[in-house]
């Protein structure tokens, strides 16, 4: 080891036998000079933090999610709300779920999810694809966002704020939930998680969901994941 590594990685007294004690015990080198440069480092990262004239401070994320076009309606929706009336039932008006609403989908989302099991539609219906409310053998996740829809309209929640949405997940893989759209923002009611989440917090890249308006459209939406959080 060189005499200025030695100095710089142990700190103690070097004796040398021609030379004599060179040096005395010392801090060792570089924890004295992290310490010295630790305070020019710290307002340097702070000041990274501040955005400059040249560089101006990045957007919120919008609350929420936005209709880019119409759409057709994913595979094996087809001819649902014939079907199941509630599910594209609307009072055409615009409306937004209040904080109570929120409670009870928080209450029902965590139910279902604990209730249902999760069978794919291979297994259960032998086809890739085919959407319906779960049986007693369970559902796959747009079963499952659509007993949880079924579920929160029939208790007073206002349908036109409760969408289903197609998505892919963190991992790229087809998914499905129900995005209650409330007064704080669109949140994600998912069977994958018990906790409900702001859209962008969930990382999903959302492909299509109902239209308000008139729930029996779609309309695609490409945001999140591999699209970005600008709706």
């Known amino acids: 080891m060189s005499l200025w590594n030695h100095i710089a990685l142990t700190g103690d007294p070097l004796l040398d036998s021609r030379f004599g004690r060179l040096f005395a015990p010392r801090e060792p080198l570089l924890s004295r000079l992290g310490r010295r440069l ?17 560089e ?15 759409i057709g ?9 014939g079907k199941y009336d509630w599910l594209c039932s609307s009072t055409g008006r615009k409306a937004r779920a209040s904080r ?9 989302n965590a139910e279902v999810n604990r209730k249902t099991h999760q069978i794919s539609d291979i297994q259960q219906y032998g086809r890739s694809e085919y959407w319906a409310l779960p049986t007693s053998r369970g559902g796959d996740c747009e079963d499952i966002a659509l007993l ?3 579920k929160l309209v029939a208790v007073g929640i206002r349908p036109e704020t409760l969408l289903i949405a197609t998505a ?3 991992k790229r893989n087809p998914h499905a939930v129900l995005v209650m759209r409330t007064e704080f923002g669109d949140v994600v009611l998912d069977n994958l998680s018990s906790r409900i989440k702001h859209w962008s917090e969930t990382g999903y890249s959302f492909l299509k969901m109902q239209n308000p308006a008139r729930p029996a459209n779609w309309d695609a939406i490409f945001t999140g994941g591999i699209f970005g959080t600008k709706a």
Request: glycine share 4%; charged share 20%; net charge positive.
């Open 100 to 108: 109570s609403d929120l409670d009870l989908a928080t209450r029902i």
């Open 73 to 81: 309606a994913p595979a094996g929706f087809g001819n649902l709300c």
């Open 56 to 70: 101006p401070a990045m957007k919120p994320t919008p609350a929420y999610l936005k209709a880019k076009k119409p």
């Open 148 to 150: 949880k829809k079924m």
């Open 38 to 54: 630790a305070p020019a480092l710290l307002a340097l990262s702070v000041l990274a933090m501040v955005p400059t004239a040249a």
């Open 168 to 170: 892919l997940d963190r």
